[in-house]
């Protein structure tokens, strides 16, 4: 079982950055990989991104590749979303997520890989 709290959303101007970060508690954080989606206004949940066990692989979106980094921190139970250049199209709940196969090297990017979900932070960009 895992339990996943998001903060770090807030509304910034285009362009600028922010860290969202995702806390886990339970034993099994450190066995699998997590992942951000999000869901924009009247949209459906996307993939953003999503980082391996151990950190060593990530994915990425095409609509935030290069402006988005994935990490993770075992130690800390964590994982962080960094996200620079902003954009109004970034506006959404974010989600961090805990997949549902430990110790899987490649992360996934469906949702239906995911089992444990957090309850969201909104990001806001205006333009």
């Known amino acids: 079982q895992v339990q996943l709290v998001e903060s770090g959303g807030e509304l910034v101007q285009a362009g600028n950055s922010l860290r969202l970060s995702c806390v886990a508690s339970g034993r099994a954080f450190k066995s699998v990989a997590m992942g951000w989606f999000r869901q924009p206004p009247r949209k459906e949940r996307e993939f953003v991104a999503a980082v391996n066990f151990d950190g060593g692989r990530t994915k990425y979106a095409d609509s935030v590749r290069g402006r988005f980094t994935v990490s993770r921190d075992n130690a800390k139970s964590t994982i962080y979303l960094h996200m620079n250049s902003l954009k109004p199209e970034d506006t959404a709940v974010y989600y961090c997520?805990?997949?549902?196969?430990?110790?899987?090297?490649?992360?996934?990017?469906?949702?239906?890989?995911?089992?444990?979900w957090g309850q969201g932070t909104q990001v806001t960009v205006s333009s």
């Open positions: 997520a805990a997949d549902n196969i430990l110790y899987r090297f490649d992360p996934p990017t469906a949702t239906q890989n995911y089992d444990y």
